[in-house]
């Protein structure tokens, strides 16, 4: 097995271990908090990134608009990616709920 897809399958196992594997129909996501996520790979480049749902109705619909920040192989450890890809999920959580609660502001300015 060469570096990528020890990556891909070490990060896949940990991801699922920490977020779970949740299912829509046949497709499978990883949800932490009020949205859903996937882990992309980009074996061209060797790289992965996390692709984000803004909330679940984007999730039933396979909607992940948001991409995260790409993580080469060449760049970093399995681990270092691992907790860089964690810190970015988790984050994104507070990201989110700063989006709703400045549209709750926005809308009753209206």
Not at 4 to 21: A, Q, R
Request: proline share 2%; net charge negative; with cysteine.
């Amino acid at each position: 097995m060469n570096k990528y897809y020890s990556y891909k399958n070490f990060l896949e196992k940990k991801l699922v271990s920490k977020y779970g594997i949740h299912k829509i129909g046949d497709k499978e996501y990883m949800k932490f908090s009020n949205f859903g996520f996937l882990l992309h790979a980009f074996p061209d480049v060797q790289a992965f990134c996390i692709e984000y749902s803004d909330n679940m109705e984007q999730v039933k619909q396979w909607i992940f608009p948001e991409d995260g920040e790409l993580f080469y192989v060449s760049d970093m450890t399995k681990s270092e990616i691992l907790n860089s890809m964690i810190k970015e999920i988790e984050d994104n959580v507070d990201l989110s709920e700063d989006r709703i609660e400045q549209t709750m502001i926005d809308y009753k300015r209206l």
